[in-house]
């Protein structure tokens, strides 16, 4: 914002002035002027120079085309109703164009919103279809994915029973390999054991055969030395018959 001020033509820019008279917005649309313009008006038909910012501001508010209208009343060639009748009619289409410029401006300005605001709905309507589209194909994977584990738990039980039913199958018929199996070592453990005493008792009689013959050496030995100790005692005897006979 800037202020509209009166000044000496030598003294700095922001330095002292003689009197202030509006200030100037320009970063409105359209930018905002606040000016008295009789005061501007007295001075400008003083003598003050305005610059060309000034100038502009000025002219923008009618301050330039009410000096031009005074100085024609000053000089005759129009009357002050004149000047006042032409300076009104100004300021009316002036006026009327401010206000159809700031018509045009609003309506942009609502046609803009509108458009804003029907851009942004339809993003949120994109949004919230896209997020309802995500949570239904979640819904229905889980769905999906419950009914897959249902029908797996359901089958689970079929397979296992089909499962258990072969191996029972299997089982059967293995057993009586395995029953046959085991008969067939049993048999044979039982042949052995029937053989075995049978052996035994061969092993017995073979013993005593070998003991037989063993007992039958002692006592032809046993037999011999008793005809051994025997023999002398005959031939002793014998001696002493034949002794006494002679």
């Known amino acids: ?33 606040k000016l008295d313009t009789d005061r501007a008006l ?9 610059t060309e910012t000034a100038r502009s501001i000025l002219s923008r508010k009618g301050v330039m085309l009410r000096k031009h209208l ?25 006026e009327a164009r401010e206000q159809a ?14 458009a804003r605001l029907a851009a942004e709905s339809k993003v949120n309507e994109a949004r919230a279809a896209e997020i309802l589209k995500k949570q239904s194909e979640m819904l229905a994977a889980e769905k999906a994915a419950e009914e897959a584990a249902a029908s797996e738990e359901a089958e689970a039980p079929a397979d296992d ?10 089982v059967a018929e293995e057993a009586p390999a395995i029953e046959a199996k085991e008969k067939a070592p049993a048999a044979e453990a039982e042949e052995p054991a029937a053989e075995t005493p049978a052996a035994e008792a061969e092993a017995p009689a073979a013993e005593a055969k ?23 005692a005959e031939e002793e005897s014998t001696k002493e018959e034949e002794k006494k006979a002679e």
């Open 1 to 33: 914002m800037y202020d509209i001020v009166v000044a000496d033509a030598r003294a700095p820019r922001d330095g002292r002035f003689i009197e202030k008279l509006g200030n100037y917005n320009p970063n409105t649309n359209p930018a905002t002027i």
């Open 42 to 50: 007295y001075w400008v038909m003083t003598g003050a120079q305005p």
């Open 70 to 94: 005074q100085v024609g009343v000053n000089k005759g060639a129009i009357t002050q109703e004149e000047a006042d009748k032409r300076f009104a009619a100004w300021l009316k289409d002036k």
């Open 101 to 114: 410029q700031l018509d045009k401006l609003a309506k942009e300005q609502a046609e803009a919103d509108k």
């Open 161 to 170: 029973a089909a499962a258990e039913a072969p191996a029972e199958e299997s």
């Open 210 to 232: 070998e003991e037989a013959p063993a007992a039958e050496a002692e006592e032809a030995a046993e037999a011999k030395e008793e005809a051994k100790e025997e023999t002398p």
